[in-house]
């Protein structure tokens, strides 16, 4: 446990103040990426949390992906800009935390746990992939509750191309838990047909990734500027226009809506891990 604990804070903090430097994290957003990263590397071991590097690189390197097209729909939009706050790492990994801390301190081998696990981060990097590829496509999104089209960056709002990229971000985390899968805790993390983390990442994914935007369109707090005559997710709009209320709970921000998705992928990943052994015994 010390070795993994030192471990943990080493690579969590190189890390951090790396992403720092590439203004890819806050102040406060480096506390939350080394804690978080620290949990998972000391109680989940190297295969969790190099799972956790990928979802981490892989945002960062496609947050840079014409980022300045992505600023103006941000600037409008979205009521966090650039770096992650701890808020936004609490919010993406604090579940996949959770779940390595409770199978270390409990010493679990429950069949639940990788699943778990697996769909936490998998919908962390779906949604992630899906906003920041999302964005970019050509055509207009349409409400995931209505099917009305809505502007670039509305909350709950989807695209074929974020779909698809959605389900890309998930096979891809589930991938890198099949690799990964050698340097698990527990028997549970390393023995099994390890393909099943495809399927887990994939569907967890998927699922997660939708909640998110299905309460993005309902009870995510949204505003409306009077003077742009526009929905954004912002207090004070890029303008200068303080916002009035439109809809949703005031208190249910993006970070709100991103840590109940995650939560439901765990919820998601845990179902198909103990339908998928169950099938195979």
């Avoid at 295969?47 to 840079?64: E, K, P, R």
């Avoid at 808020?87 to 779940?99: E, F």
């Avoid at 779906?126 to 999104?141: F, K, V």
Wanted: proline share 2%; charged share 10%; aromatic share 6%.
């Amino acid at each position: 446990m010390r070795y993994r604990l030192g471990l943990g804070i080493g690579l969590s903090s190189s890390i951090s103040a790396l992403a720092y430097r590439r203004k890819a994290l806050t102040h406060s957003g480096v506390v939350g990426a080394i804690m978080i990263g620290t949990i998972i590397f000391a109680f989940g071991g190297l295969g969790w949390g190099l799972m956790l590097i990928f979802f981490f690189v892989s945002s960062t390197l496609l947050s840079h992906l014409y980022s300045d097209r992505k600023q103006q729909i941000a600037m409008d939009k979205f009521s966090k800009l650039g770096a992650r706050d701890w808020q936004q790492t609490v919010a993406n990994g604090g579940i996949a935390a959770l779940i390595a801390l409770i199978g270390g301190l409990q010493r679990c081998q429950r069949q639940w746990l990788p699943g778990a696990f697996v769909g936490a981060l998998a919908t962390a990097t779906a949604d992630t992939w899906a906003t920041e590829i999302g964005t970019l496509s050509r055509s207009q999104p349409r409400l995931i509750t209505s099917g009305q089209r809505v502007p670039p960056g509305t909350s709950g709002g989807v695209t074929l191309t974020g779909t698809v990229a959605a389900a890309a971000g998930g096979l891809a985390l589930g991938a890198i838990a099949m690799l990964a899968s050698r340097w698990g805790t527990t028997p549970e993390q390393q023995t099994g047909d390890q393909h099943r983390l495809l399927a887990i990442g994939l569907g967890a994914g998927l699922a997660g990734t939708l909640c998110d935007s299905l309460l993005g369109a309902t009870v995510q707090h949204i505003a409306h500027c009077p003077l742009c005559a526009s929905e954004t997710e912002r207090a004070m709009h890029h303008c200068g226009t303080a916002t009035v209320s439109l809809r949703g709970l005031r208190w249910m921000d993006n970070d709100a809506v991103n840590l109940l998705s995650t939560a439901t992928g765990a919820l998601i990943g845990a179902g198909l891990e103990w339908i998928i052994q169950r099938n195979h015994r």
